[in-house]
């Protein structure tokens, strides 16, 4: 009886293992929002804060990370991407750009509480494209130059939209248009 026991559990842990489900990861906490002084000063990645953009400060997401937040009170939703390291305050969870607290109705209040779910992990990295421009070189062992690739940004100028496309294998696939998608 011990043995099927020990069977039954080793067997519900690699399946919870090999087949985690969504709910896994959600969590809930405090919110906050990043005070208008820290506009265009660096981030952890690297990156320049911009409360225009829909970014937020995890502690342990790794940078690229897109989360769906939830307010709790109010049921307003938004995506966010992970890009900075944060919040400062232990007692809060995640800090969101001024736009992101916009959505959610966190603006007057400056905090409140939220659920927040990984829609999809991050790589850990994200260049720095505003450094990345046609010019720079890096020269390798034979001095040749070779230019470094470009990467999308969003543009101050248009709106872009960042749209997520569901693959039929379960996978996200990051999209940005500059066409407002369909709800």
Known sequence: MILKSVFAFVFLAVVKFVNPSNEDNV??????????????KRTSSGQRYR??????????????????VTNRA???KTLVRVNDRGPHSRSRLLD?????AKDL???????????????SLGSGFIPNSEDLTDD????????????LPSFPTFSN?????????????????VEYSETRPNP
């Open 96 to 100: 969101v750009s001024y736009s992101a």
């Open 27 to 40: 969590s809930s906490g405090k919110a906050s929002y990043y005070a208008h002084k820290f506009e265009g």
């Open 51 to 68: 409360a225009s953009d829909y970014t937020a400060a995890h502690r342990s997401y790794p940078f690229g990370t897109l989360l769906e």
């Open 105 to 119: 109705g966190l603006v007057s209040s400056g905090t409140g509480n939220v659920s927040i779910k990984v829609v």
């Open 157 to 173: 100028t248009k709106h872009q939209y960042m749209v997520l496309v569901k693959n039929p294998d379960g996978s996200v696939k």
């Open 74 to 76: 109010n049921g307003a």
């Open 136 to 147: 720079f070189t890096v020269d390798n062992s034979e001095n040749k130059p070779q230019s």
